[in-house]
């Protein structure tokens, strides 16, 4: 699960940049080239959402550390391969109340934009809703049930352009897809601005295309006449829409219909700065370094051990490759690292260390797709691409994020360095 909540908050980054961007974007877009190209805007969310799911650049490894060799007697014995690693669990893992609650956000969402839907189609059972475009299958046109006496015949001819457009638009298969992503992201307010600032660039560039078939006069009428009957409707789109002010759309009646030439530098532009906005989301991706060449490749196996306090038990940190990992079903493309608190693997492994004195390297690094196993909370699963052991510290840290290992800081062993404990 914490794998999944890693790319839900991936996407709701990328979705929120992109967000920012069209919110910054469409009003002077909307001036300078009307609002059929403010709208094609919003195509920057789903580019950015894309882009930051394809796989990040490859970047070289950092220059290897000098190896040490290792210490006299620090081979792995055979029997340490089938040691138990002791883990610390905690009573409940941090992921799993995270996914609680974001289930819990989701369900309440989508009952909330249900209950909106219901009573929607409850007046339309009464006649009492519309005009508007429902359905996802099969989008249809609904109108109530006085919707000849309320509107003369051109006003009606100028509404149902209207929502023709959204038909051929798609609109409510769209309004679907946007109510999906609110329960989905219900926690990012982003999210839920920018499908309220959707609906509203969506109705206007409805409003834009219809003018080229009716009368201003008559759908500035019909406007007016409507605006008392304004609903919400989360899965379709209503003629007089809840959530855009009336002003608005009056307004955009008394400007001039954009050139040809004008609507093209447009659609140049939107097009543009969505390819500008997909690959700024993919180059935002932390860099995936590649593994190490073969001639750095680390084989065989280390041991080590460090008393916790002047006579205390010994805490273990063993570092395997070439071997299976029997609980994982793994073979030699990986290296292992044991630790009390859990386990590590990775392509690949840096080995600076120096147990004889004081001087010299304290550090084991693995790169290469490291993905840490523990019962930490927070921790488990947690990729990355590079981590490093500090024996100075007892740390692990990666990629810049520190957390423990289990293991003491190291202290140099003068006398009595033959660990039993195992």
Known sequence: MTDFLFLLAKINLAMAAGIVLVALLRRPMRAAFHATVADALWLLVPAAMLASLLPPRIVAPLAPLPHVAHPAGAQIPAALSSARVVVHALPLDGSMALSAVWIAGMVAMLLYLARAQHQFHKAERLGAAGPAVVGFFKPRIVVPSGFAVRFSTLEQEAIMAHEKIHLARQDAR??????????????NPLVHLGALWFRRDQELACDTAALGQVSRVDYANALLKSQMWAVTLPLGCAWPASEHPLTERVALLKRQMPTQARRWTGAA??????????????????AQVAPASPSHNFVGGIMYAQRNGNGGP?????????????????????????????????????????????AGGKTITLIGHVKLLTAQSGIDGLPGQRLVFDARTGLLNLDGKDMPSGMPKFVLCKKDCKFTDR
């Not at 769209?174 to 926690?187: D, G, H, K, S, T």
């Not at 493309?333 to 690949?348: Q, R």
């Open 174 to 187: 769209l309004n679907a897809i946007v109510a999906l992503l609110r329960c989905l992201n219900w926690f």
């Open 269 to 286: 532009l939107v097009l543009s700065l969505t390819t500008v906005a997909g690959i700024g989301a993919w180059a935002a991706q932390p």
């Open 314 to 358: 010994a805490s273990f940190l063993t570092l395997e490759a070439g071997k299976q990992e029997k609980s994982l079903g793994l073979w030699s493309s990986h290296v292992t690292m044991h630790f009390p608190y859990g386990m590590a693997l990775a392509d690949n492994a840096i080995y600076d260390f120096d147990t004889r004195s004081n």
